[in-house]
Antibody
């Protein structure tokens, strides 16, 4: 059974950075693309981009360039989302989701709250 | 970017009802569309992929149809556990884009 387990909730101050992890299990890590999806409070789903787990090459959606970085550590089958210079509007639940076309498996979500 | 427009944005129905949610793409996307169900506080789950293929383990009361620009998700004989928010997602090209969601509530 494939499982994506994300790191726990984070409370950060404006201007700080956060790194969310997404650990996969029970399948070949490089077999799937890894996507990141944001959900602001009470809002819908927003695709942030994806990272090619074979090459490590990231692709970012418009609006998620500059402060957002996707990365991998294949040795521990984990994907990461790092957000720098946090703003209040970055407060959201962030999901990792595996799959190039259909998003078969999802992490449980990580709540990031940005507040002074 | 391809715009995905879902309708309705919310829907009230009763257990046992049949409901249909639609999704329209701003340009043709072949059959490159999936449907996802999300319950409060939970991650989305894949229901349908390639517009009409039922994902493993998903009850057969869920079905999808459409191609090109117009798609629909139909749930026959609604069950209590089906009350949730549903999203379409196009995987025709990048950036991937979701519909705005349809909240299905109990009447």
């Amino acid at each position: 059974q494939v499982e994506l387990v994300q790191s726990g909730s984070e409370l950060k101050k404006p201007g700080a950075s956060v790194k969310v992890s997404c650990k996969t299990s029970d399948y070949t890590f490089t077999s799937y693309a890894m996507n990141w999806v944001r959900q602001a409070p009470g809002q819908g789903l927003e695709w942030m981009g994806w990272i090619n787990t074979n090459t490590g090459y990231p692709t970012y959606a418009q609006g998620f360039t500059g402060r957002f970085v996707f990365s991998l550590d294949t040795s521990v089958t984990t994907a990461y989302l790092q957000i720098s210079s946090l703003k209040a509007e970055d407060s959201a639940v962030y999901y990792c989701a595996s799959g190039y076309d259909k998003f078969d498996y999802w992490g449980q979500g990580t709540l990031v709250t940005v507040s002074s | 970017a391809i715009q995905m427009t879902q309708s309705p944005s919310s829907l009230s129905a009763s257990v046992g009802d049949r409901v249909t949610i639609t999704c329209r793409a701003s340009q043709g996307i072949r059959n490159d569309l999936g449907w996802y169900q999300q319950k409060p506080g939970k991650a989305p789950k894949l229901l349908i992929y390639a517009a009409s293929s039922l994902y493993v383990g998903v009850p057969s009361r869920f079905s999808g149809s459409g191609s090109g620009t117009d798609f629909s998700l139909t749930i026959t004989s609604l069950q209590p556990e089906d009350f949730a928010t549903y999203y379409c997602l196009q995987d025709y090209n990048f950036p991937r884009t979701f519909g705005q969601g349809t909240k299905l509530e109990i009447k």
